[in-house]
């Protein structure tokens, strides 16, 4: 049906159906128009523009300019305000300025005879001044994706760069990198200029002198991360923190090429945290910002304008974070120096569901998730040490299938040496069936698998772990076997010894074992001698153990042979194996660095008490920084 159509049934001509359906009738007659109106009713006619109308309604449309689209950074933050525009009904048209003057004045005025309704943009960095005049004038509403100027006309939102770069910088620094490089983008880029202006003031802070050689001009490319970290790399940095992730990614490839390792031989830092940053081999570690609420936060503020409402805070600052991944470690010169530190102990899988009670006999209780967590009071130990600073070796034993796969991936993963770990093709590796209640009870059934083929001869193998290392760390409840051979080649290879034990050892045991640090559960040595405490330890001294610890819910007791009783209350933490593992592991790193008995006791006691270990997850250590700031209050 068409106008003409229209105009012959209702015998008039085609412009006098125009003429009404337009309203521009005056000169027609009203019994002329009710009939063409009838008509039109009568056949259900809709004009053409009408329907046009109809299948696109009038949307307010918006404006994005970004300098490079490639980048997922700026498509994160699309992401963010097309999803807020689509719940209000608005459309976004993006352009890419390449962080181009020109090209942006162009988009602007483009946008403009589109007659869109505001700009969410990153102004370039060699004019941003013409960029906000040219959108003053304009009358368009505009959200600034930066700080560009102290005194705003618009709305900007923006991170604080510099102390994010202080942040990633200073975490390098804490890791023991002194030769650091950095890339920047260009010199008018001003989150560039902030992000530099950070790294300079860490470098500062901790006494490291500015060696501008390690500062590159990069352009925010992959490509031009890759020249120069090659050129970094040349330059002989242990570290290189890139000033966007593209860049990092590009730090990646120089590194492959120049047959390096990360985070062995060099270690990594990026800016953005965009999603490729965890598909890295290793993950890479990055500043996150957060990208899609400032996208989304921007959206909002243009339709809030557009709707009269007045926003009156004019500075939008976004906080930041460093996602520590896989990609920074110590540099292998500061790993060298460090004394080694032995782990003996049993490596299993944890297989744990969550219940709601325990079943019953013939019930089956049904669990909403599996987890499974690398465990053992040898990884507990191992990982607790590494975390610490311990240059560490695990000696144990894994068989050769998936679970043993996981355990040394995870062993790897938190920098623990496994030259000492057997991986057994005639065994599988052990692991333990956990179920866990809501008020954290727990039932368990262990495989102890290749823990059981644990020898004698393996110690023997790795005797140069031992004679190597200043301390040994050792889980007691490991074979008695492996324990009396530890014992022997420990004192042939005058390595100090810290023993662990979560469980009564038999006096046979105990009497084979000599010049240990025994760090034992209060309670259980209680009543598993029945004898007085003070009559027990004088027994353990008797067999030459130098120093007796006692961990219980009570607090930690230290009793010596040559140094006054000294005990730290510790009210209401529960002392479960896992943590008198992390404290062993704590005494023996700050011993083996040559510390007091007193403030190495001190400094394990701080580390139990700030780390957690609830049933069913890994055990949480802190970081040894803040154990060393209690330290020294």
């Given at each position: 049906m068409t106008i003409r159509d229209i105009a012959r049934i209702a015998k008039v001509s085609p412009s006098t159906v125009s003429n009404i359906i337009n309203k521009k009738d005056v000169l027609i007659s009203p019994k002329t128009r009710e009939h063409v109106l009838a008509v039109i009713g009568e056949y259900n006619y809709t004009p053409y523009q009408k329907v046009v109308?109809?299948?696109?309604?009038?949307?307010?449309?918006?404006?994005?300019?970004?300098?490079?689209?490639?980048?997922?950074?700026?498509?994160?933050?699309?992401?963010?305000?097309?999803?807020?525009?689509?719940?209000?009904?608005?459309s976004i048209i993006v352009c890419n300025t390449d962080d181009d003057h020109g090209k942006e004045d162009k988009y602007i005025d483009i946008l403009l005879q589109k007659k869109v309704e505001g700009f969410m943009i990153f102004p370039s960095g060699s004019h941003p001044e013409k960029v906000l005049d040219k959108l003053g004038k304009s009358g368009a509403y505009a959200v600034l994706l930066d700080k560009i100027t102290d005194a705003p006309r618009f709305p900007q939102l923006y991170i604080d760069d510099e102390a994010a770069a202080y942040h990633a910088t200073k975490y390098l620094i804490e890791k023991k990198h002194r030769k650091i490089g950095c890339i920047t983008s260009a010199k008018h880029n001003k989150p560039s200029v902030r992000r530099l202006a950070g790294y300079k003031k860490a470098m500062s802070e901790m006494g490291i002198a500015l060696d501008e050689s390690l500062i590159c001009e990069g352009d925010f490319t992959q490509a031009s991360g890759e020249k120069w970290g090659k050129y970094l790399i040349e330059q002989g940095a242990s570290a290189i923190f890139a000033f966007n992730d593209l860049m990092a990614c590009g730090v990646y490839r120089a590194a492959i090429e120049s047959n390096l390792g990360i985070p062995s031989d060099l270690s990594v830092i990026g800016f953005d945290d965009i999603y490729v940053s965890e598909l890295l081999t290793p993950p890479l570690t990055s500043i996150k910002q957060p990208t899609y609420e400032m996208g989304k936060k921007a959206?909002?503020?243009?339709?809030?304008?557009?709707?009269?409402?007045?926003?009156?805070?004019?500075?939008?600052?976004?906080?930041?974070?460093?996602?520590?991944?896989?990609?920074?470690?110590?540099?292998?010169?500061?790993?060298?120096?460090?004394?080694?530190?032995?782990?003996?102990?049993?490596?299993?899988?944890?297989?744990?569901?969550?219940?709601?009670?325990?079943?019953?006999?013939?019930?089956?209780?049904?669990?909403?998730?599996?987890?499974?967590?690398?465990?053992?009071?040898?990884?507990?130990?191992?990982?607790?040490?590494?975390?610490?600073?311990?240059?560490?070796?695990?000696?144990?034993?894994?068989?050769?299938?998936?679970y043993g796969k996981e355990l040394r991936a995870f062993l790897g993963k938190n920098h623990v040496g496994l030259d000492g770990l057997t991986v057994d093709n005639t065994c599988e590796t052990g692991f333990a069936m956990v179920s866990v209640t809501p008020d954290a009870k727990t039932r368990e059934v262990?495989?102890?698998?290749?823990?059981?083929?644990?020898s004698a001869r393996q110690i023997e193998r790795h005797m140069q772990i031992f004679a190597e290392s200043e301390y040994c760390v050792i889980d007691a409840g490991i074979p008695a076997g492996v324990l009396s051979t530890v014992a022997s080649v420990c004192e042939k290879r005058n390595c100090k010894t810290v023993l662990c034990v979560t469980s009564p050892l038999s006096k046979d045991i105990l009497e084979t074992l000599q010049g240990y640090i025994l760090v034992v559960p209060g309670a259980s040595l209680r009543e598993s001698n029945g004898a007085v405490l003070a009559e027990r330890l004088a027994v353990n001294f008797e067999q030459g153990f130098e120093q007796v610890v006692l961990l219980d819910e009570e607090g930690i007791f230290s009793y010596s042979a040559s140094h006054e009783p000294w005990q730290y209350p510790l009210p209401g933490k529960q002392c479960l194996p896992a943590l008198q593992a992390v404290f062993a592991a704590a005494l023996a790193v700050w011993l083996s660095e040559g510390q007091p008995w007193r403030q190495a006791l001190r400094f394990a006691a701080g580390v139990m008490e700030l780390a957690c270990a609830q049933p069913g997850s890994l055990v949480e250590i802190p970081n040894r920084k803040d154990i060393e700031n209690i330290l020294t209050r």
């Open positions: 109308e109809k299948l696109t309604p009038q949307t307010k449309l918006f404006g994005l300019l970004v300098p490079d689209i490639k980048n997922s950074f700026y498509a994160e933050l699309l992401r963010g305000a097309e999803d807020c525009a689509q719940k209000h009904g608005c959206m909002e503020l243009l339709i809030d304008m557009g709707a009269g409402k007045e926003d009156t805070q004019i500075n939008h600052l976004f906080d930041v974070m460093l996602v520590k991944r896989g990609s920074v470690r110590m540099p292998k010169s500061e790993l060298d120096n460090r004394k080694k530190l032995a782990v003996v102990g049993n490596l299993h899988m944890e297989i744990v569901g969550r219940v709601n009670q325990f079943p019953e006999c013939g019930e089956c209780q049904p669990t909403p998730e599996v987890q499974y967590l690398p465990s053992g009071l040898g990884s507990v130990m191992a990982i607790s040490a590494a975390k610490l600073g311990g240059n560490v070796q695990m000696v144990g034993r894994v068989g050769a299938d998936a262990m495989f102890y698998g290749a823990n059981e083929a644990f």
